[in-house]
Nanobody, 123 residues
């Protein structure tokens, strides 16, 4: 079975940190650019970060730049999202997605979506 599994969500106070993981099974994560998305209650899903397949290029939305760090360990088929200095407005369900490309193409749908993991930040 092809699966993308996001984990690591939880409840933290503002200013705290969490590390989300996105693990792939059934396909080779090495062949995919990976993106992290989030959807807050009553809002549209937004792209917050992505990482290229192999050269380490990254993208961050302005809302998380300087606080979140995306990384990948291809040998472990896992991509991480380190989230620091969390704010209540970061509360959302976080999703990872995989796109078979070197760099994330915003005009293409992902090939795979992971199930979400809930992050709740209290003030």
């Amino acid at each position: 079975d092809v699966q993308l599994q996001a984990s690591g969500g939880g409840s933290v106070q503002a200013g705290g940190s969490l590390r989300l993981s996105c693990a792939a099974s059934g396909f080779d994560l090495d062949d995919y650019a990976i993106g992290w998305f989030r959807q807050a209650p009553g809002k549209e899903r937004e792209a917050i970060s992505c990482i290229s397949r192999s050269d380490g290029s990254t993208y961050y939305a302005d809302s998380v730049k300087g606080r979140f760090t995306i990384s990948r360990v291809n040998a472990d088929s896992t991509v991480y999202l380190q989230m620091n200095a969390l704010k209540p407005e970061d509360t959302a369900v976080y999703y990872c997605a995989a796109q078979k490309a070197q760099y994330w193409d915003i005009d293409r749908l992902p090939d795979y979506w992971g199930q979400g993991t809930l992050v709740t930040v209290s003030s």
